[in-house]
């Protein structure tokens, strides 16, 4: 099944041809604000991965750990200046300065 995006939170940004781009999936699966927790998927190129995102402790779990390095730092930034716009069930993208 594809993904259906339903908001884009960010304008794309307009790069310079030979910097590599990767479109990285993100679907919120599950959010709790008594507990201060998000969890969700992401998906970009080949690789998948399940993240829980602690917004009160700042604390970010991804695995598996093949091609974690890859997505860690720039799925941090994305969920920090974003969480609070992330609904459950919600489809969003964000772009990595990186072919995958």
Do not use: C
Request: aromatic share 14%; proline share 5%; net charge positive.
């Amino acid at each position: 099944m594809g993904y259906i995006m339903q908001k884009y939170l960010f304008p794309k940004i307009v790069t310079h041809k030979n910097i590599p781009e990767t479109v990285a999936h993100l679907r919120v699966t599950k959010q709790s604000w008594q507990e201060g927790k998000m969890e969700g998927e992401i998906k970009a190129a080949d690789y998948e991965w399940q993240f829980q995102w602690h917004f009160r402790r700042g604390k970010l779990v991804v695995k598996p750990s093949l091609g974690r390095a890859l997505i860690y730092e720039p799925l941090g930034r994305f969920l920090e200046r974003s969480d609070y716009q992330l609904e459950p069930g919600g489809d969003y993208e964000f772009l990595l300065r990186a072919k995958l």
